[in-house]
């Protein structure tokens, strides 16, 4: 009876440890997927290219940088106009 519940136990806690990881796994690619790709733009912009969008619908802090990252481009993209002209 001891080593069936011991069996028992340790399939459970297996199994918890499984799950676990899974949903530690997903939660971490849902939440990194919005970074890379918002490094992947930011790594793009250069002072002869300044045609990036940052747009997004997105209400969170990856959403607010976003619009931040937009603003600066933006000012970037009129200084340069400014000193080109």
Known sequence: LRRGVNRWLLLALGLT?????VAAAWLSARISRPLRELAD???????DRLDQSFETDRHDEIGALSRLLGAMTERLRNSSARLRA
Do not use: Q
């Open 17 to 21: 440890l499984a799950v676990a990881l």
């Open 41 to 47: 733009k930011t790594s793009r912009i250069d002072l």
